[in-house]
Structures are given as structure tokens and as C-alpha cells.
């Protein structure tokens, strides 16, 4: 069979395989060992080349760094820290224009700093947020929309799980990505802050006349500072720790997660987080950590197919002789990542399509790094569209109200997700937004 016709196959089918149900590691293992069998004509050499690829893809000591970040992450959750944050929010922001739906950005902004996950937020603003919004009489569709869109902000702002798969797949520096992610993922809070003050003069309606209005002033409470304080302390300790440590060079990303994790441990402690409790958040971790290291390995297992087969090179080469400017081969790849988003999640999409276009990039003279930026933030808007959306299923889920539907939840995440596509056009026509800390 033809490398070429079979590495093609081999996208469609895993594509079809997700969409049918199968969980996506097992869907780019079996087809990476099918594939291989089909080029080399033995199972055995299948086999032994895939086994060597495993063993390649989990010997880095920078794996570390995924249980203990995820760790972190479920004990901020679990001890009200996305509670507090939101209250600091609140007090800063409710009375201005749109403020509540500002306010849910920036305590987004701050919880994305230490949790890494899209679905935790969402989860958590989900029960803080929307209550809250419905009370002052914001609309109940842009309630929910602006928890959707500010959730994705957990998928970019570091430590970030998805930055650190697309790190160990593009075999890039987790640091780097950490330090590539943050002006990408301010700008990205600072848009939706934009929007929605915009929105509160052009589409009123939509927002809801708490937006606006003045008369419900009186029911926003006013802590005392020390109050305030005590409230944002814990947030940015951790903060100051993992991303400060990271970025000062004290600190590995592995280091600065196990140190992280230590400290939320300390402070969930203070806060009584129970034995059983702390033993759910270690059983939770290592279920997650793995399910995505099992990803890396599949992923892994999936790039040497595509090498044996030739794909990326062929890829390369017909760009090359068909003169494609980088423009149109960037305008392909975000079409892509925005078709695959409305059917399978962001680590799906970051373990099928980046190795297929990280040569090329590379051929073009642009950064592994930046390209990962591109693709986290491509893959992302998948999260706010439908059918797929996960962020807006799971906010979906986590509400107890029948009178807002999934329908009503993507229509609010829709004006969220157009600012992002804005600001992904912005990070590809500007390189420097995510490589500039790098220089």
C-alpha cells in the first residue's frame, strides 16, 4: 500500500474511531500498529518498533511534572480556592459596567494559574458564577456563555496539561511552553474583557439588565481588606511559587509542580481537607496522570508511523513544490483544527495533527514553540462549539437548573468563541505575542 494513502487512512480512521466511542489512545495505538504492520509486513516488527517508541515516550524525566500539577489542581479545587478568588473578583469589579461577567474572567484568569484545566473551571464557576449572575439579573445565556468561554483560559494560561502533552510531542522544552503561554493567555482574558464591556453597549439584550443597572448596588457585599486578603493569599502564594519559580529559574516545571503541590497540600490542611478526602484527590490524580500519559505513549506510537510512512515528509515536500505560501498553510491547519474541534476534544486533536505539520513549520523557519501556542488555542474553540463542547456539557451538567439547556449554554459560549478565533488569527500574524519571553 502506498505510505502516503495509508498514513491519509490513518487520520480518517482514527477520526472515525473517536467519533464512534473509542477512547482515543487506543484508537492511535491500534491503528499506529496496524499501520506498521501494513509498511513492514510483519506484526513482529510492529511490535518491537512500537515497543521502543513506548519506552522512548515515558523515560523523560520531565513527566513528573503531570501528577504533581494535576495534584495541585484537584486540591485547589477541592479547598474553595476558586470560591475565594471569585469573592476578591466580585468586590473589585460588580459595580462597573458587565461587571460580574469581568469578574468571572479574572477569577477565571487566577484559578487557570494553578489548575491547568479547562473542566475545573467550568465546573467550579459553574455553582460560584452563574448563581450570582442570575440573581443581578444578567441573562441566563450569557451566565453560562462567559463561564464557557473564560474556562478555556485553564487550557493555555501554564501550568497547562495541554501545553505539557503538545511539549513531550513536539519534544519541546515544558518551560518554554510554560513562558509562551502567558502573554497568549492575558491577551486571550484581557479580549474577553473587551468583549464584554462592548457587549453591554451593542447587544444589551443579550447580556441581561444587571449589566448596566445600578439599583442592586446594596446587595454587593464589602469585606474588610484584611478580609480580601486573607482570601487572595493562598491564590498567589501558589502562584508566586510554581510560575515564579519557573520563570526566575529557580525551579524545574517538575520541581515547581512537586513544590506547588506541597504547599496546596499545607494550605488544604489548614482549611481541614480530610484523610479521605486527600486520599480520593491521590486516587483521582493517578487516574488522570494515567490516562494522559497513556495519550503521550499512543501519541508517540502514532508520530513513528507517520515517520515510517513518510507522511510529515511528503507533507513537507508537497508544500514545497506546490509553492504554498506559510499564510495558506496556516489558514489549512487552523481550518482543520476548528473542523476537528466540533468532534473530538483538545488532546485528541494536539496528538493527530501537530506531528503532521511540525515539520513543515519548522521548513518555514517558524518555532515548534509558537506552533504549539497556535494549536492549543485552535483546538480550544472546539471546546465552546457543538456538537462536541465539552466545556458546555460539563457546565451543562454541573448546573441544577431545567430552565437553561445545552442549547442556551453553546448560543452564550458563541460570542466568547469568536473573540478567540480574533485572537488566534493575532498570535499567528504576530509570532513574537508568544515567543517574546523566550528572547
Given at each position: 500500500?502506498?505510505?502516503f494513502?495509508?498514513?491519509?487512512?490513518?487520520?480518517?480512521?482514527i477520526?472515525?474511531?473517536?467519533?464512534?466511542?473509542v477512547?482515543?489512545?487506543?484508537?492511535?495505538?491500534?491503528?499506529?500498529?496496524?499501520?506498521?504492520?501494513i509498511?513492514?509486513?510483519?506484526?513482529?516488527?510492529a511490535?518491537?518498533?512500537?515497543?521502543?517508541?513506548v519506552?522512548?515516550?515515558?523515560?523523560?524525566?520531565?513527566?513528573?511534572s503531570?501528577?504533581?500539577?494535576?495534584?495541585?489542581?484537584?486540591?485547589?479545587?477541592?479547598?474553595?480556592?476558586?470560591?475565594?478568588?471569585?469573592?476578591?473578583?466580585?468586590q473589585?469589579?460588580a459595580?462597573?459596567?458587565?461587571?460580574?461577567?469581568i469578574?468571572?474572567?479574572?477569577?477565571?484568569?487566577?484559578?487557570?494559574?494553578?489548575?491547568?484545566?479547562?473542566i475545573?473551571?467550568a465546573?467550579?464557576?459553574?455553582?460560584?458564577s452563574?448563581?450570582?449572575?442570575?440573581?443581578?439579573n444578567?441573562?441566563?445565556?450569557?451566565?453560562?456563555?462567559?463561564?464557557?468561554?473564560?474556562?478555556v483560559?485553564?487550557?493555555?494560561?501554564?501550568?497547562?496539561v495541554?501545553?505539557?502533552?503538545?511539549a513531550?510531542?513536539?519534544?519541546?522544552s515544558?518551560?518554554?511552553?510554560?513562558?509562551?503561554?502567558?502573554?497568549?493567555?492575558?491577551?486571550?482574558a484581557?479580549?474577553?474583557?473587551?468583549?464584554i464591556?462592548?457587549?453591554?453597549?451593542?447587544?444589551?439584550?443579550?447580556?441581561?439588565?444587571?449589566?448596566v443597572?445600578?439599583?442592586r448596588q446594596?446587595?454587593?457585599?464589602?469585606?474588610?481588606?484584611?478580609?480580601?486578603?486573607?482570601?487572595?493569599?493562598?491564590?498567589?502564594?501558589?502562584?508566586?511559587?510554581?510560575?515564579?519559580?519557573?520563570?526566575?529559574?529557580?525551579?524545574?516545571?517538575s520541581?515547581?509542580?512537586?513544590?506547588?503541590?506541597?504547599v496546596?497540600?499545607?494550605?488544604?490542611?489548614?482549611?481541614?481537607?480530610s484523610?479521605?478526602?486527600?486520599?480520593?484527590?491521590?486516587?483521582?490524580t493517578?487516574?488522570?496522570?494515567a490516562?494522559?500519559?497513556?495519550l503521550?505513549?499512543?501519541?508517540t506510537?502514532?508520530?513513528?508511523?507517520?515517520?515510517?510512512?513518510?507522511?510529515?515528509?511528503m507533507?513537507?515536500?508537497?508544500?514545497?513544490?506546490s509553492?504554498?505560501?506559510?499564510?495558506?498553510?496556516?489558514?489549512?491547519?487552523?481550518?482543520?483544527l476548528?473542523?476537528?474541534?466540533?468532534?473530538?476534544?483538545?488532546?485528541?486533536?494536539?496528538?493527530?495533527?501537530?506531528?503532521?505539520?511540525?515539520?513543515?513549520?519548522?521548513?518555514?523557519g517558524y518555532?515548534?514553540?509558537?506552533?504549539?501556542?497556535?494549536?492549543?488555542?485552535?483546538?480550544?474553540?472546539?471546546?465552546?462549539?457543538?456538537?462536541?463542547?465539552?466545556?458546555?456539557?460539563?457546565?451543562?451538567?454541573?448546573l441544577?437548573?431545567?430552565?437553561i439547556?445545552?442549547a442556551?449554554?453553546?448560543?452564550?459560549?458563541?460570542?466568547?468563541?469568536v473573540?478567540?478565533?480574533?485572537?488566534?488569527?493575532?498570535?499567528?500574524?504576530?509570532?513574537?505575542?508568544?515567543?517574546?519571553?523566550?528572547?
Amino acid at each position: 500500500m502506498d505510505p502516503f494513502l495509508l498514513g491519509f487512512a490513518s487520520l480518517v480512521l482514527i477520526v472515525i474511531l473517536i467519533y464512534a466511542g473509542v477512547y482515543v489512545g487506543i484508537a492511535l495505538a491500534a491503528v499506529s500498529f496496524v499501520g506498521v504492520w501494513i509498511l513492514k509486513g510483519d506484526p513482529a516488527i510492529a511490535v518491537s518498533l512500537l515497543t521502543l517508541a513506548v519506552n522512548d515516550a515515558i523515560k523523560s524525566y520531565d513527566f513528573a511534572s503531570i501528577p504533581t500539577f494535576v495534584l495541585m489542581g484537584l486540591i485547589v479545587g477541592k479547598t474553595g480556592m476558586g470560591k475565594d478568588i471569585y469573592d476578591v473578583a466580585f468586590q473589585l469589579f460588580a459595580r462597573v459596567r458587565g461587571g460580574l461577567g469581568i469578574t468571572t474572567v479574572v477569577a477565571n484568569t487566577a484559578f487557570a494559574a494553578v489548575t491547568g484545566s479547562s473542566i475545573a473551571s467550568a465546573s467550579v464557576f459553574t455553582r460560584v458564577s452563574v448563581p450570582e449572575m442570575i440573581r443581578f439579573n444578567y441573562s441566563k445565556r450569557f451566565a453560562v456563555g462567559v463561564v464557557a468561554g473564560s474556562s478555556v483560559l485553564g487550557m493555555l494560561i501554564p501550568p497547562s496539561v495541554m501545553l505539557i502533552i503538545y511539549a513531550f510531542v513536539a519534544e519541546q522544552s515544558v518551560g518554554d511552553m510554560f513562558l509562551a503561554g502567558v502573554v497568549p493567555g492575558l491577551l486571550l482574558a484581557a479580549a474577553f474583557i473587551v468583549a464584554i464591556i462592548a457587549m453591554t453597549y451593542l447587544t444589551p439584550q443579550f447580556i441581561g439588565t444587571g449589566a448596566v443597572a445600578t439599583n442592586r448596588q446594596d446587595d454587593i457585599p464589602t469585606l474588610p481588606l484584611g478580609a480580601l486578603i486573607a482570601k487572595a493569599l493562598p491564590l498567589v502564594l501558589l502562584i508566586v511559587i510554581v510560575l515564579g519559580g519557573i520563570y526566575s529559574g529557580i525551579v524545574t516545571a517538575s520541581e515547581a509542580g512537586a513544590a506547588g503541590a506541597f504547599v496546596a497540600f499545607l494550605i488544604g490542611l489548614q482549611r481541614r481537607l480530610s484523610l479521605a478526602a486527600f486520599k480520593e484527590l491521590l486516587i483521582d490524580t493517578g487516574h488522570i496522570t494515567a490516562s494522559i500519559l497513556f495519550l503521550i505513549m499512543a501519541a508517540t506510537m502514532y508520530s513513528r508511523m507517520l515517520g515510517i510512512a513518510g507522511l510529515p515528509s511528503m507533507l513537507s515536500a508537497w508544500l514545497s513544490d506546490s509553492s504554498i505560501s506559510f499564510f495558506w498553510l496556516m489558514a489549512i491547519y487552523v481550518v482543520l483544527l476548528l473542523f476537528l474541534g466540533t468532534i473530538i476534544d483538545t488532546s485528541s486533536i494536539i496528538l493527530i495533527c501537530a506531528p503532521l505539520f511540525m515539520k513543515a513549520v519548522e521548513e518555514f523557519g517558524y518555532s515548534l514553540v509558537w506552533f504549539g501556542i497556535i494549536t492549543v488555542v485552535g483546538a480550544e474553540i472546539g471546546l465552546l462549539t457543538p456538537p462536541f463542547g465539552i466545556s458546555c456539557f460539563v457546565i451543562r451538567a454541573a448546573l441544577d437548573r431545567s430552565d437553561i439547556s445545552l442549547a442556551d449554554v453553546f448560543r452564550g459560549a458563541f460570542p466568547f468563541a469568536v473573540v478567540m478565533l480574533g485572537v488566534l488569527i493575532l498570535l499567528i500574524i504576530f509570532p513574537v505575542l508568544s515567543t517574546g519571553l523566550l528572547k
